[in-house]
Nanobody, 123 residues
């Protein structure tokens, strides 16, 4: 399984960014997908997850109403639309996958990880 994240960058507070993760080497539709982030000096945290068919999503409280996760099983991609970015959102963002076709989002554990993409939000 290979995951390739992209779309990070340097933005100002209040701006938007869209992260994308391309997946290969597995049957994408059999995997639950998620985004995590790790800020400097902090532990990696779950941000958002989506079930195998996109039917259910789950977000950590700090991003609810601002971030939206989606997937395209025809293109084997998962995206994270981030609106209203805040300096506290600054982190390296990782996409992750776990094999599951259950209709529930698990915040952990995940088996496969992408390389991460840096998001920096200036105030």
């Amino acid at each position: 399984v290979q995951l390739q994240a992209s779309g990070g960058g340097l933005v100002q507070a209040g701006d938007s960014l869209r992260l994308s993760c391309a997946s290969s080497g597995h049957t994408f539709s059999m995997y639950q997908m998620a985004w995590f982030r790790q800020a400097p000096g902090k532990e990696r945290e779950f941000v958002a997850g989506i079930t195998w068919n996109g039917g259910f999503t789950y977000y950590t409280d700090s991003v609810k109403g601002r971030f939206s996760i989606s997937r395209d099983n025809d293109k084997d991609t998962v995206a994270l639309q981030m609106n209203g970015l805040e300096p506290e959102d600054t982190a390296v963002y990782y996409c992750a996958a776990r094999e599951s076709t259950l209709d529930i989002v698990f915040p952990s554990p995940y088996d496969y990880w992408g390389q991460g993409t840096q998001v920096t939000v200036s105030s």
